[in-house]
């Protein structure tokens, strides 16, 4: 049960512990930040690895976008311009954005979709919380930066 582990880590590196546990979700919310503002579908990565989504299954229709969901594909728009004969019709890339986007647009912005997946990654950064805390314990003694309790 890694709930009753992370407590006694918790008991018996403190400050130490709490601070690992920051920096992962820190981490994670910065790395998840970045995937989203770069228009990655991180909805499909979670179901890849089984976490299921973001949304439960009867939410999912209901995203105040005002259109229908998009598929992450890119189609080409020819523009032509009435100006001049001369002119060359012009190919603008438009590029379609993922259900993530349209979910960070609806939900209050890319910050908020990253915490909430942040959330949902808990399950993941107790495991890393637990494995990295000792060495780290062990290096701030080493240092002198922290003294530990024996």
């Known amino acids: 049960m890694a709930g009753g582990r992370f407590r006694e880590l918790i008991k ?17 919310i910065t790395g998840l930040y970045v995937a989203i503002k770069n228009n990655v579908d991180v909805e499909s990565l979670f179901e890849k690895v089984h976490m299921g989504s973001i949304l439960p299954k009867n939410d999912k229709e209901k995203i105040p976008t005002g259109s229908t969901p ?5 189609s080409f728009v020819m523009e032509e311009s009435t100006a001049s004969d001369n002119q060359l019709p012009v190919v603008v890339e438009e590029k379609k954005s993922s259900r993530t986007a349209e979910l960070a647009a609806s939900s209050g912005g890319a910050l908020a979709l990253a915490v909430l997946c942040n959330k949902a990654l808990f399950p993941i950064r107790v495991p890393i919380t637990i494995a990295l805390t000792p060495p780290i314990s062990r290096f701030l003694a080493r240092r002198k930066i922290y003294k530990t309790g024996k």
């Open 12 to 28: 018996k590196y403190g400050k130490v512990a709490v601070g690992v546990h920051l920096s992962v979700s820190a981490i994670s």
């Open 70 to 74: 998009v598929e992450s594909e890119v």
